[in-house]
């Protein structure tokens, strides 16, 4: 029996790529994971692909969630709580990457590029690890990016903001919820072969494996393996850390 079988997961920004791979991996082990998708549609193409991948069908159940608005992320832990009956595990995954110039970006679109993959994982982990306490602990894991560690080959500003402040509201709440028995992670990955990757040119995708010594984009399950392992019971002595899933193509 898998150490992560019965706990209540969820995981943000659930409906496709790693996100997705995500919530695969954890109902494999035996988890009750609750996902969030941007719309209704989004949700529930997910679980159409869940049903087909073969994911337990009472395993999983998705939650409608725009964390562009400030009030989602309560209202989501809340959502949640309530219909599993607490929370265990929570992987901050949800993110926008912006617009196809980053350097054009407006100051409202940089504002929803910050609130979506940073503001949101703060509130989300503040609400959490309180339900985490209750239950006398718990494991938060946030997906950060090599972007916010080397500045960004194919991302903008925002973004790389965004993520290089993912890494930090790790440490920080690493250290204020350790009271709490709540562990709190990061994981960065570099380039990972995905949906929204494969629709980048030719000539940037070859730029970014000759950048990497491993000279490959990384897997979905490469991430959701690092995942795995900072919710689990092997992990009991891990917090405030980033684990770079990336190929080498940052040492640090």
Same mark, same amino acid.
């Given at each position: 029996?898998?150490?992560l079988?019965?706990?209540?997961?969820?995981?943000?920004?659930?409906?496709?790529?790693?996100g997705f791979?995500?919530?695969?991996? /954890?109902a494999?082990?035996?988890?009750?994971?609750?996902f969030s998708?941007?719309?209704?549609?989004?949700v529930a193409?997910?679980a159409?692909?869940l049903?087909?991948?073969?994911?337990?069908?009472?395993?999983c159940?998705?939650f409608?969630a725009?964390f562009?608005?400030a009030d989602?992320?309560?209202?989501?832990?809340?959502?949640?709580?309530k219909?599993?009956?607490?929370?265990?595990?929570l992987?901050?995954? $949800?993110?926008?990457?912006g617009p196809?110039?980053?350097?054009?970006?407006q100051?409202?679109?940089?504002?929803?590029?910050?609130?979506v993959?940073?503001?949101?994982a703060?509130?989300?982990a503040?609400?959490?690890?309180?339900?985490?306490?209750?239950?006398?602990?718990?494991?938060?894991?946030?997906i950060?990016?090599? $972007?916010?560690q080397?500045?960004?080959?194919?991302t903008?500003p925002?973004?790389?903001?965004a993520?290089?402040?993912?890494?930090?509201?790790?440490r920080s709440?690493?250290?204020? /919820?350790?009271?709490?028995h709540?562990r709190?992670?990061?994981v960065?990955?570099a380039?990972?072969?995905?949906?929204?990757?494969?629709?980048?040119?030719?000539?940037?995708?070859?730029?970014?494996?000759?950048?990497?010594p491993l000279?490959? /984009?990384?897997?979905?399950d490469e991430?959701?393996?690092?995942?795995?392992?900072?919710?689990g019971?092997?992990?009991? /002595?891990?917090?405030?850390?980033?684990i770079?899933?990336n190929?080498?193509?940052?040492?640090g």
């Open positions: 029996m898998s150490e079988d019965g706990k209540i997961v969820l995981v943000t920004g659930g409906t496709r790529g790693i791979e995500l919530v695969r991996s /954890f494999a082990e035996g988890s009750s994971v609750a998708g941007a719309t209704a549609d989004s193409q997910a159409v692909r049903k087909e991948v073969g994911a337990p069908f009472d395993a159940r998705g409608v725009d562009a608005d989602t992320p309560s209202r989501l832990i809340a959502e949640v709580a219909a599993f009956g607490g929370i265990d595990v992987v901050c995954n $949800a993110g926008v990457s196809s110039d980053p350097w054009i970006v100051a409202e679109e940089w504002d929803r590029i910050l609130a993959n940073l503001r949101a703060f509130f989300c503040r609400d959490a690890a309180e339900e985490m306490g209750a239950k006398g602990g718990g494991s938060i894991v946030n950060a990016s090599v $972007a916010g080397i500045g960004g080959a194919a903008g925002a973004y790389v903001a993520k290089a402040g993912m890494i930090g509201l790790t709440l690493s250290r204020h /919820f350790a009271k709490l709540v709190v992670n990061c960065a990955p380039d990972i072969d995905t949906d929204m990757t494969a629709g980048w040119p030719d000539d940037l995708r070859q730029r970014l494996v000759a950048m990497t000279g490959r /984009f990384g897997q979905v991430v959701s393996g690092a995942v795995l392992f900072l919710a019971g092997g992990a009991s /002595f891990v917090t405030g850390q980033t770079n899933v190929g080498g193509i940052y040492m």
